[in-house]
Every structure is written in C-alpha cells, then in structure tokens.
C-alpha cells in the first residue's frame, strides 16, 4: 500500500462511491501517469466533465485527482482537486493565446540558472515573478559553478534583484554546494526545476537521485544552450522522501491571468522600483523626458538600472494584458450565455424572451 500523504495528499475532500484518490506523476499528451494507494496505473480524462459546459481544470504533474476503475481499459480521471500551489504559462506555440499547466501542489521552485552564457538577470526576473504569483517559496540555484573561477560578481547582481531570496552557488559534477539544498528535500516535500534549456536540470535530478535517471545533453558552445533533454513533465521520488517535479527547459514565459496577483507578484520583485513610483513632479509623469522624473534621475545615478526598468515595463505590460484579457473572457462568456438563453426561447416559443 503506498501512502498518498507522502506526496503531500490531505483528504479535504472523500471520494464518491467508486472513486479513488491518486496522484499524478507525469503527463503524456492525453495519457497521464497516476500512483494510487494500490500502486502506479495510467488515466485518461473524461471526456463528458472535462470537455463538457463545465469542465474541470486539466490536470497536470503534482495534480490530485479521483479516478474510477474502467476493467480492460486506463481509469478514468473524474475530477481535478483544488490546488495549494500552481503553475502555468502562456501557450508559448505561435498564436498561442490559452494556459498550459506546469505543475501544482509544490511547496518550492528552484529558479535555475547556469553561470556561463545562459546567466541572465532579466529571465530571472520574470521566473521570480511567475514564482510568487503560484504561491511557492523561490530558491535560486545558480549551477556549473565550477565552470567559472569566481561567483562573486554574479552571486552579488542576483541578490540585488532578489533581496531575502534563499540563493545557492552549486556543482553538480564536483557536488559543491549540493548539502545546502537538504533544508528544502524533506520529506513529503515537492520541488519544481524550473529553468531554460542547458542550465544543468537533468544533471541536478540524476546528482540528488544517486543515479542517472536522466540523460544529459551536451550544450552548444557558441551560445551555451542546450537540447530539450525533458521533453515532459515528471515527478520523481528522492531517497529522501522528497519529491522533484522536472520540466521541460523554457526560455520563454509570458505572463497569465490564472490569478489576481499577478501585479502584486511583479510589484514584490521590484520593490525598488515600486516605492520611488508616485515621487515625481508630476503626478502623470510617464517616465520618458518629463522633468521632475524621479525614475530618470535614478536611472541617471545609477541607484535603478535601465534594463531592470525596462524589464519592469515589460511585465507590468504583461500584468495589465493579462487582467484585461481575463475580464474580456468573463464578458465572452456572459454574451455567449445570453445568446444561449436567447436561442433557446427562441426554440420554445418562436418568441425572444429575456
């Protein structure tokens, strides 16, 4: 009999009759990878509470969800549990306009960057950003540290932009600074990796593993990316009883309405910026060449960096796109039930009524 509550599962709420608990470890296409008490199986959704006029939330990797037995046949996945943490992105394919889920229920996210070419403060604070908002403690992990002869510079230009934010210079070929990583794997604890292509995830998971659970790619040497060595979503076990959901690398993460704090998670990580906002001469200043402009005298000093600034308008850009989308599908889906309701009279009656 395997525990769920070692995966971090907390029965708020009981199964119906013929309803069992499980977690999902791995998503592939429409097939996901459950463990339940009874041990591992596969299941697909159904169809009728998922794709229906009032579908579930799809699940993905760290997802508890109730399934049903089907003899012969996947089980059937009937019902998405709430969440105490979530992930998501915008569709990053072109033309990409809806969510896709990452990963839920974790406790930390380990924002992983490497020390060589991929080193990069602008996407560091974004994934910051995206981090506070799912509700998760942030880490950075700054990797291949052995690659480099001093950390000191980078280390120091991280911390800048993420006062109070737990950081770790590590190596996972020389193992250095990989003991420092044990106050988060406890366990029943999850973590989520989360970084672009080449920045060492893979070899990171088979280092904690004790086992080459992952193949590792070499990365290009004119850019220091690397291949797609996770082509999916995975939660795997520590032999510690902590658990690392592992994902494919992403270089690029756009902003997503899933939660109202998404203004809030960007104000968080640039704090500094915030609270000089509303200082200068004029109350409408758009911060470009008005005089009085308290960001541009700052900017001028060297007290904010001007590619930080601009960073912060991009995200809030984002932010605001993503609220106003929010409530432009709240108005579809309002006009939508109106044409419904309309239709439907119609049918009746042959009359409109409202």
Not at 54 to 68: E, N, Y
Not at 106 to 132: G, K
Not at 171 to 196: D, N
């Amino acid at each position: 009999m395997i525990n769920l509550q070692q995966y971090g599962y907390t029965q708020r709420e009981a199964p119906n009759e013929g309803e069992a608990p499980a977690c999902v470890t791995a998503v592939h296409r429409e097939r996901y990878e459950l463990v339940t008490e009874s041990g591992s199986t596969f299941g697909k959704l159904k169809t009728s509470l998922y794709y229906g006029s009032h579908p579930q939330p799809f699940p993905t990797v760290g997802d508890f969800v109730f399934i049903k037995d089907a003899p012969g046949n996947d089980c059937q996945i009937v019902k998405t549990l709430p969440r105490k943490s979530y992930f998501s992105r915008l569709d990053p394919t072109p033309g990409g306009h809806k969510e896709q889920a990452i990963a839920a229920n974790f406790d930390t996210v380990f924002i992983m960057q490497s020390l060589n070419q991929n080193f990069n403060l602008r996407r560091l604070e974004r994934y910051l950003a995206l981090t506070l908002q799912s509700g998760a403690m942030p880490v950075i992990v700054l990797t291949k540290v052995d690659l480099i002869d001093d950390s000191g510079q980078q280390i120091d230009e991280v911390e800048a932009i993420a006062p109070g934010v737990d950081i770790m210079a590590i190596s996972s070929v020389t193992g250095q600074g990989l003991s420092a990583l044990e106050k988060y794997l406890l366990p029943g604890r999850v973590c989520v990796f989360l970084g672009s292509s080449g920045v060492g995830k893979s070899s990171l998971l088979n280092a904690l593993m004790g086992a080459d659970v992952m193949t590792v790619t070499e990365i290009r040497e004119d850019d220091a990316r690397g291949r797609h060595t996770t082509t999916h979503r995975q939660l795997f076990t520590l032999p510690c009883g902590s658990h690392i959901i592992d994902t494919p690398g992403m270089r690029e993460l756009g902003m997503w309405e899933r939660s109202e704090s998404i203004k809030e998670s960007v104000s968080s990580v640039f704090a500094d910026i915030e609270k000089k906002l509303g200082n200068c001469r004029f109350t409408d200043c758009r911060h470009q060449s008005e005089p009085g402009c308290v960001i541009l005298e700052a900017i001028s000093v060297g007290e904010i960096d001007s590619n930080r600034w601009e960073s912060y308008q991009k995200l809030q850009r984002e932010a605001f796109y993503a609220e106003n989308k929010l409530e432009a599908i709240r108005q579809k889906s309002a006009r939508n039930k109106d044409i419904a309701v309309w239709s439907k009279n119609r049918r009746k009656t042959g009359k409109v009524k409202w």
